[in-house]
């Protein structure tokens, strides 16, 4: 991700068993720079639905932040 290579965080995510906390956020983080709307969405509502099961709160302000603009950029 910091290097920039969206589509490779994309791919590395595809190929994930039980994703992190972190490797969604980042994974949402990635389709919405792709502006792939619909996808950053159901990341971040997953890792909203998997903290809330967690009882964590990872990423959780970003998260919410995130998921506004990717409702935004998906009209």
């Known amino acids: 991700y910091r290097a920039g290579n969206f589509g ?3 791919q590395g ?3 994930l068993q039980q994703p992190t906390p972190r490797e969604l956020f980042l994974t949402g983080m990635a389709h919405l720079k792709q502006q792939q709307y619909a996808q950053a ?6 890792l909203r639905q998997d903290n809330r099961q ?3 709160a990872a990423f959780e302000q970003e998260t ?8 935004l ?3």
């Open 54 to 56: 967690r009882g964590k």
């Open 64 to 71: 919410d932040y995130y998921l506004a603009l990717a409702y």
């Open 8 to 10: 490779a965080v994309v």
């Open 41 to 46: 969405i159901e990341r971040f509502a997953t």
């Open 73 to 75: 950029g998906n009209g």
């Open 13 to 15: 995510f595809a190929e």
